[in-house]
C-alpha cells in the first residue's frame, strides 16, 4: 500500500464495513486478555478446526474485549439471513454443536446470551427461535452503560484498520488537518468538557493549549499507557481492542500543539497490548497516517513506542519522561509542569490512553454531544473494571454523575452470591474505601476526592461482609511500599512505617497510641510527598480509619478481627451438629490439628491450628467456622 | 525581580528564585540536607518543608518550590513545624549513626525515633539517601561512578554491582559534599581507597616532594588544561612555592560530621 489521499479514507471504510458485514459467516472470538485467561485461544483453534474439518465457509476473526469479562469466552456469531447472537462461556466442547448447527444453516442453540443489534436490525425483529434473548444492550449489566472510548472495543478486529475506518476512524483526523486550524481544534476540546482520563481529571483542552503557547519551537506529545494498579485493566483493553483509535487521538493532539513526535509509553507486562499496537501503528505508517506529509497536508507526525521495564512510579508523569530520556526513574518536582518543561526540557503533553481514544469521537460527534453526557463539571463517561465480590466483572463504562449505587447495583448485579456489599475501592491502591453508607454518591471527580478517595485511572474494587478493612488498607500499602521509588523521605520512610503498624495492628501486637500514629504518619506522607504515588498512598488508611474506625479498635483494644480474617485473632471451630464426620479436613490440615472418628464430629485443636482454612475449603458441610 | 512575604518580611529576590533563596534573603533559619547551590534541585529529604499561605494553603519544599510574587511563606506555621519533625524522625531511624542528623534531631526536641530502622541498616548508618554524592558524580564531575540500586526502602547509593566502579576517578567529591560524612574515603600508600563504592584508584607521586597527592584518573585534565603544564604533577604544597604563593590547601578527604 502506499500514502493515501483523504478521498481513499472512504474506500478503505467500505473495505472495513464489508468484512464487518460481510455476506457470508462471521464468528469473532474475544481474545483480549480476558478472554485469553478464559480460555478463548483454545475456543478459537477449536471452531477452526471444526469448521476445517465440516468445510464450512466461515470469516473466523479475533476481536477485543466487550466488557463482560465474567461471561468469557465470548463468542460472536453473524449468521447473514438468520441473525447475530453472542454466545457466553463458550468452550471448545461446544464448537462441534456450534459449527454444526451453522453448517446446517442455523444459529447454535446452546449458551447464547444476547442479540447483537446492526444496522437494520431494528429492535422491533427478534430472531426466530431466539424470541426471549434480549438485545445485548438490554442486559442488566450494559443497559446503564454508554460506549465513548469503548466504542469498538470487542466489535471490530483490532488488527484491522478497515474495521476501525468502518466506524469514521481517523475521519477526525482528515477533518482537522483539512481545517488547518489548531487553535480550533484545541477550543474544540476545552468546548467539550474532556478531562484527564489517568485520573488527574485536568482540563484537556487546558493543558494543550499551554503547551501550544510555550515560546519554545520543540513540542512532544505522549500517551502514557503505564497502566500499574492491581485490578485495573481499562488501558490495556483499549489497548488490545481498539488501538487505532489511541493512536489517532495522538496524532490529532500533536497536531493540536504543534508537536511531530509523538510516543506511547506503554509497560511491557501488557505484551498483547503491545503487539496490538505495534501492528496498528505499522499500518498507519503503511497509509501514511503517520509520518511525513500526513493525508497531504504538510503535517508531518512520527509516532515512537516506548515498553516501560515495569516500575509503577514510571506511570507519574515526569517519572516517565525521565524514563524514556533513560535516566534512572525518580518523579521530579512539580512545578515545572511537563506541558512547560517535559521531555529533553522541552514542553510535553502527556496524556492517558482514555483521554487520546476519545477525542476523534468528540471531534467527529461534537463537543456539544460530548457535553451532554454526565454531570456538571464533569462531562463524559468513565471507565471502570469492576472486580471483587461483585455478582458482574469486567469493563464497564458508565456516564458521570451515576451514583455508585447504580454502578454496583444495576450495572455490578449486587454482591456476589446475594451477599451484602460493604464497601468500594476506587482508584487503584491509592484510592480510599468507601463505606456503604455512601453509596448515593456522584462518580465524578470532585464527590470522590470529596468523601477522601480518587477517581483514579478506574480501578473499582468491591468488597463484602467477609472482607477486613484493615487487612485491605496493609494490602494496599504492602503494593505502595513496595512500589515507592524510595526518593523523598515520607514516601520512602512513612508508607514503611505505616505497612509495619498495619501489619501489628492485624497480628493483636498494636496498642492505642498506634491508631494516633498511623493517622499522623498517613497525613505527613499525603501532604509532604513529591508526586503523586506518596500524595494518594495514604488514603485506604485514611478513609478506612475515617469509616470503618470500629474494626481498628476491635483489633486493637479487644483483639477481635470482626470479619473473620486476620489469622492471628480468629479461632476455628468444627459444629458439631452440621459436621458429618467425613473425615476429609482430617486428611487436608497440614499441621494434623483436626481429631475425630469416622462419621462423628471432628475437632480443632486451637493450639496445633494455623488458621490455613484448608478445612473450611475442603468441607462439604460447612461446617469449619470462625468463632472469635 | 520577585516580591514576597516571609514571616512577615517582605523580601525581593530574583526573577526564577525558590522559596529557599526568599528564606534566606529574609535572615530565617531552615534547615536543608539534600540542596547543594551548584546542583540542581532535588527536593527528596523533605526537610526544609514551609507553609505557604497565599496564594494557596500548602506545604512546599522550599528548595524546589519556585517563588512567586506575592506569595506568603511561614517557616515557623505549626504544620511545616511538624512536618519537619516528623522527617527529622525517619532520618534519625534510618541513618542513626549521623550526629549532623542527632543534633538536628535534639534540636527540634526529639531524642529518639518512635521508628524502627529500615532492613539492613545498623548503629553506625549515617546516609540518609540524600543523593547529592550520585548528583555531584553525575553532574558537576561528569563521571556517573555511583548510582541510586533498588527501590523504596532498598534504596540504597553504590557503584555498578557494588565491584570497582570503572568510571569512578577518584576526585572524592562525593564525600566532599556528602552532608552526614557517610562516604568513607582514605588515602593510604600509592591508593586512594572509597571504601563505599568499594573502590580503589592509584595515587600519583608530587615530581617535587615525591608524595602521593593526587588520582592517576585526573590525569585527563593535563590535556583540558594544558596551561597548568609547567605546575603538572606537583602537588598543592609544592604547587603554591613554584608559583610564589604559600596558599594553605585542604586535601581531599572525606570528612566527619
Known amino acids: 500500500m502506499k500514502p493515501i489521499n483523504p478521498s481513499e479514507l472512504a474506500r478503505l471504510k467500505e473495505v472495513g464495513l464489508s468484512t464487518l458485514h460481510p455476506p457470508g459467516l462471521r464468528i469473532a472470538v474475544g481474545m483480549a486478555t480476558c478472554g485469553l485467561a478464559a480460555g478463548a485461544g483454545a475456543v478459537y483453534e477449536a471452531i477452526k478446526e471444526e469448521a476445517g474439518k465440516t468445510g464450512l465457509n466461515l470469516m473466523l476473526i479475533k476481536t477485543g474485549c466487550l466488557g463482560y469479562c465474567q461471561q468469557e469466552p465470548l463468542v460472536d456469531v453473524r449468521l447473514p439471513g438468520r441473525g447475530r447472537v453472542l454466545y457466553a462461556q463458550v468452550s471448545t466442547k461446544a464448537a462441534p454443536d456450534m459449527i454444526a448447527a451453522l453448517a446446517q444453516g442455523r444459529l447454535p442453540a446452546e449458551g447464547p446470551l444476547a442479540v447483537i443489534a446492526e444496522n437494520g436490525n431494528s429492535k422491533e425483529i427478534r430472531l426466530e427461535g431466539f424470541d426471549h434473548l434480549p438485545f445485548l444492550d438490554e442486559l442488566p449489566f450494559y443497559r446503564r452503560q454508554q460506549k465513548v472510548v469503548l466504542r469498538n472495543s470487542g466489535l471490530i478486529d483490532p488488527a484491522s484498520i478497515e474495521e476501525y475506518m468502518a466506524g469514521d476512524g481517523y475521519q477526525a483526523l482528515a477533518q482537522v488537518l483539512s481545517d488547518g486550524d489548531p487553535e480550533r481544534l484545541v477550543e474544540a476540546i476545552t468546548r467539550s468538557g474532556l478531562r484527564g482520563r489517568g485520573g488527574g481529571g485536568f482540563p484537556t483542552g487546558r493543558k494543550w493549549r499551554i503547551c501550544r503557547e510555550s515560546s519554545e519551537e520543540t513540542r512532544y506529545i505522549i500517551c502514557n499507557a503505564d497502566e500499574g494498579d492491581p485490578g485495573a485493566y481499562m488501558d490495556r483493553t483499549v489497548l488490545e481492542s481498539d488501538p487505532h483509535s489511541v493512536i489517532e487521538g495522538l496524532i490529532i493532539g500533536g497536531y493540536a500543539i504543534g508537536a511531530h513526535q509523538g510516543y506511547i509509553y506503554v509497560r511491557d507486562e501488557y505484551p498483547l497490548a503491545v503487539e496490538k499496537l505495534t501492528g496498528a501503528l505499522a499500518q498507519a505508517e503503511e497509509l501514511g497516517l503517520v509520518g511525513p506529509n500526513i493525508l497531504g497536508s504538510g503535517f508531518d507526525f512520527a509516532v515512537t513506542i516506548v515498553r516501560g521495564a515495569g516500575a509503577f512510579v514510571c506511570g507519574e508523569e515526569t517519572a516517565l519522561i525521565g524514563s524514556i530520556e533513560g535516566t534512572s526513574v525518580e518523579p521530579h518536582p512539580k512545578p515545572p509542569f511537563p506541558a512547560i518543561q517535559g521531555l529533553w526540557g522541552r514542553p510535553t503533553v502527556v496524556n492517558n490512553v482514555k483521554t487520546l481514544a476519545s477525542v476523534p469521537i468528540i471531534l467527529r460527534r461534537g463537543p456539544d454531544w460530548h457535553r451532554s453526557i454526565g454531570a456538571t463539571g464533569n462531562a463524559g463517561t468513565v471507565v471502570f473494571s469492576l472486580v471483587g465480590q461483585v455478582a458482574n466483572t469486567g469493563l464497564v463504562e458508565v456516564p458521570m454523575g451515576l451514583t455508585l449505587k447504580e454502578l454496583l447495583e444495576e450495572v455490578g448485579g449486587g454482591g456476589l452470591n446475594g451477599k451484602r456489599i460493604k464497601a468500594v475501592q476506587t482508584g487503584g491502591p491509592s484510592g480510599g474505601c468507601l463505606p456503604a453508607r455512601l453509596f448515593d454518591l456522584s462518580i465524578d471527580f470532585e464527590s470522590l476526592t470529596g468523601a477522601g478517595s480518587i477517581m483514579g485511572s478506574g480501578g473499582m474494587v468491591v468488597m463484602d461482609e467477609g472482607t477486613c478493612m484493615v487487612d485491605v488498607a496493609k494490602y494496599f500499602l504492602a503494593f505502595t511500599k513496595a512500589e515507592s521509588c524510595g526518593k523523598c523521605t515520607p514516601c520512602r520512610d512513612g508508607i514503611r512505617e505505616l505497612h509495619n503498624i498495619l501489619s501489628r495492628i492485624t497480628a493483636g501486637q498494636a496498642e492505642a497510641k498506634d491508631l494516633d500514629t498511623l493517622e499522623e504518619i498517613a497525613g505527613w506522607v499525603k501532604a509532604c510527598s513529591i508526586c503523586g504515588l506518596g500524595q494518594t498512598a495514604p488514603n485506604p488508611v485514611l478513609t478506612t480509619l475515617r469509616y470503618f474506625k470500629d474494626e481498628y479498635q476491635a483489633h486493637v483494644l479487644e483483639k477481635r478481627c470482626p470479619a473473620g480474617v486476620c489469622s492471628a485473632l480468629i479461632e476455628l471451630a468444627i459444629n458439631q451438629e452440621a459436621c458429618n464426620g467425613c473425615g476429609l479436613c482430617l486428611r487436608e490440615c497440614p499441621t494434623e490439628a483436626i481429631s475425630g472418628k469416622k462419621k462423628s464430629p471432628h475437632v480443632i485443636d486451637p493450639v496445633k491450628c494455623t488458621r490455613c482454612r484448608i478445612c473450611a475449603d475442603v468441607c462439604p458441610e460447612g461446617a469449619v467456622q470462625v468463632v472469635r | ?257
Not at chain 2, 229 to 234: A, E, H, K, Q, T
Open chain 2, 1 to 257: 525581580m520577585i516580591e514576597l512575604t516571609v514571616n512577615n518580611q517582605s523580601v525581593t529576590i530574583p526573577d526564577g528564585g525558590t522559596i529557599l533563596d526568599a528564606v534566606r534573603a529574609a535572615g530565617a533559619e531552615l534547615p536543608t540536607l539534600c540542596h547543594h547551590d551548584g546542583l540542581e534541585p532535588y527536593g527528596a529529604c523533605r526537610l526544609c518543608l514551609v507553609a505557604v499561605t497565599h496564594p494557596r494553603n500548602t506545604l512546599a519544599a522550599a528548595c524546589v518550590h519556585p517563588a512567586e510574587a506575592g506569595m506568603v511563606i511561614d517557616t515557623e506555621a505549626p504544620q511545616a513545624v511538624q512536618a519537619r519533625r516528623l522527617t527529622l524522625e525517619f532520618l534519625l531511624a534510618r541513618a542513626p549513626g549521623s550526629e549532623l542528623i542527632k543534633n538536628l534531631a535534639a534540636r527540634a526536641g526529639i531524642e529518639s525515633s518512635r521508628f524502627e530502622s529500615p532492613p539492613g541498616v545498623d548503629e553506625q548508618e549515617k546516609c540518609i539517601l540524600c543523593g547529592l554524592c550520585v548528583r555531584v558524580c553525575r553532574e558537576a564531575i561528569g563521571a556517573s561512578a555511583i548510582e541510586f540500586i533498588g527501590r523504596g526502602e532498598n534504596r540504597k547509593v553504590g557503584a555498578p554491582f557494588d565491584l570497582q566502579a570503572e568510571a569512578c576517578i577518584g576526585c572524592g567529591a562525593c564525600a566532599e559534599v556528602c552532608p552526614t560524612g557517610a562516604v568513607k574515603i582514605e588515602d593510604r600508600g600509592g591508593l586512594r581507597i572509597l571504601h563505599t563504592w568499594h573502590t580503589q584508584v592509584k595515587l600519583e607521586r608530587c615530581s617535587g616532594c615525591g608524595s602521593y597527592f593526587a588520582p592517576q584518573p585526573m590525569k585527563f585534565m593535563k590535556e583540558m588544561y594544558p596551561e597548568t603544564d609547567r605546575l603538572w604533577g606537583l602537588c598543592p604544597v609544592c604547587r603554591s612555592k613554584q608559583a610564589g604563593l604559600l596558599v594553605e590547601v585542604k586535601p581531599v578527604v572525606g570528612r566527619e560530621d
